[in-house]
T-cell receptor
Framework: ETGVTQTPRHLVMGMTNKKSLKCEQH?????MYWYKQSAKKPLELMFV???????ENNSVPSRFSPECPNSSHLFLHLHTLQPEDSALYLC??????????????????FGPGTRLTVT | AQSVTQPDIHITVSEGASLELRCNYS??????LFWYVQSPGQGLQLLLK??????LVQGIKGFEAEFKRSQSSFNLRKPSVHWSDAAEYFC?????????FGAGTTVTVRA
């Protein structure tokens, strides 16, 4: 595997289900991101993990719960979602500088996304 | 806070014709700027980036972009489009550990 992979690629879930999205990066990066992409809207940054610590949580509802067990893996746990949560969920990674933002921090590489449909 | 505007929601261009996609940003300092492309059903692929130096940057797939500080713009160009360039294109500006994306421009290529 190369780059950033995401599984599953498609997910249909009911509002009472619990599911998880998985992201794995094979680039040796130390920062990982979750984005939500809805039709005709800018990408919304949801969570940022740098050096396995969460550094950003953009007012995301608690029905979304991220987990970053190591620098290569990132999960997004989903429970009691709403139909408006249907979207493409994208994972990205980058090489963050531990001493402050450098250009490499912002050069993000994206996975193919998980298309989520909440019924 | 930084922001990005892509004024064109949809552009249709003939195969072999030139393409220019507009991007305007708002940011107080010298920005880091990016263009990404997203093909249907795929994630975003980095086309090119501007950090500093030469204001004309070359990217993959024959794309280039020019940073114009006076106009707060970072427009993307390609001299001759191919049918495979049909996709959605996103401009992004970086600051505070984050990328802020524009809403995207969809490019349709007609034969």
């Amino acid at each position: 595997e190369t780059g950033v992979t995401q599984t599953p690629r498609h997910l249909v879930m009911g509002m009472t289900n619990k599911k998880s999205l998985k992201c794995e990066q094979h680039l040796g990066h130390n920062a990982m991101y979750w984005y939500k992409q809805s039709a005709k809207k800018p990408l919304e940054l949801m969570f940022v993990y740098s050096l396995e610590e969460r550094v950003e949580n953009n007012s995301v509802p608690s029905r979304f719960s991220p987990e970053c067990p190591n620098s290569s893996h990132l999960f997004l746990h989903l429970h009691t979602l709403q139909p408006e949560d249907s979207a493409l969920y994208l994972c990205a990674s980058s090489q963050a500088s531990p001493v402050g933002p450098e250009s490499s921090t912002y050069e993000q590489y994206f996975g193919p996304g998980t298309r989520l449909t909440v019924t | 806070a930084q922001s990005v505007t892509q004024p064109d929601i949809h552009i249709t261009v003939s195969e072999g014709a030139s393409l220019e996609l507009r991007c305007n940003y708002s940011y107080g300092a010298t920005p880091y700027l990016f263009w990404y492309v997203q093909s249907p059903g795929q994630g975003l692929q980095l086309l090119l980036k501007y950090f500093s130096g030469d204001t004309l940057v070359q990217g993959i797939k024959g794309f280039e972009a020019e940073f114009k500080r006076s106009q707060s713009s970072f427009n993307l160009r390609k001299p001759s489009v191919h049918w495979s360039d049909a996709a959605e294109y996103f401009c992004a500006v970086a600051a505070d550990y984050k990328l802020s994306f524009g809403a995207g421009t969809t490019v349709t290529v007609r034969a």
